[in-house]
């Protein structure tokens, strides 16, 4: 417990301002520029700084202590790869996953109708459940800190993002048609099992790359993983 407490102080202290700035653009983003009088044109961009700068923020958190190569401080240390894994997991739910739902939240008790961030544009914030934006902007935040864990670098963290479209598929599948971020009944037993699956097998990878630091097997692993859902989803169907 004393080392999970060290280390969450220590990435709080570091993670803290730049995670404060983003929440506080965010709110300006989902609330401030959703009012009649911002301009129109600005919009796009904002959303799209928003979004890269929370992918940004991601891997900042995994990157400084990475579960790749053999000379992280952490390696040196009594810090096992599991206790790593959970406290970074811990971090990223609270600044990248928490935030935007409490952002959802505050805007349908405050009566604003902005767009929701995860959602296309007609789709407004007292349309959407927070539980069913928190689990899908978790989804996101897991396969970006799956990639995360598997890149040396922000150069090879932002390839691999544009270079794993099942993976993003499969975290938006339970909550919307690919492509299209429409929100859907999450009651029915697709969405419960698909959610399950995919959050459970997401964590399974990042740990395994956390205990194993070797980046081979974990991309098979994901392979497999994308294979086992692809057929899981046929059988449904």
């Known amino acids: 417990m004393q080392t999970m407490r060290a280390l969450l102080l220590r990435d709080f202290r570091r993670f803290g301002p730049f995670a404060a700035g983003w929440f506080l653009f965010y709110f300006f983003q989902s609330v401030i520029a959703q009012q009649s009088w ?10 799209a700084v928003v979004w890269m700068s929370w992918l940004f923020l991601i891997a900042m958190i995994i990157h400084d202590a990475r579960p790749v190569g053999s000379d992280e401080f952490w390696m040196t240390r009594p810090v096992s790869g599991t206790q790593l894994f959970l406290e970074k997991l811990a971090v990223v739910i609270l600044f990248c996953v928490l935030a935007p739902g409490i952002m959802l939240a505050l805007a349908q008790s405050l009566g604003f109708e902005g767009n929701g961030w995860l959602w296309s ?3 407004k914030a007292k349309e959407l459940s927070v ?10 935040a897991l396969v970006s800190m799956l990639l995360a864990t598997l890149t040396r670098n922000k150069i090879q963290y932002v390839m691999a993002l544009f270079l794993s479209p099942l993976l993003m598929g499969l975290a938006l599948l339970p909550f919307g048609r ?3 971020f429409a929100p859907v009944d999450r ?14 097998g997401f964590l399974f990878l ?14 098979l692993s994901c392979l497999a993983f994308i294979l086992i859902a ?8």
Do not use: D
């Open 187 to 200: 009651s029915g037993l697709f969405s419960v099992v698909m959610t399950a699956l995919t959050v459970g």
């Open 38 to 47: 911002f301009p129109e044109s600005l919009k796009p961009l904002l959303i």
């Open 230 to 237: 692809l057929i899981f989803m046929g059988a449904l169907k």
């Open 206 to 219: 990042i740990h395994r790359q956390y205990a194993l630091r070797n980046r081979k097997k974990t991309i």
């Open 121 to 123: 544009r007609g789709v």
């Open 178 to 180: 690919i492509g299209k």
């Open 131 to 140: 539980w069913g934006h928190l689990f899908s902007v978790l989804n996101i």
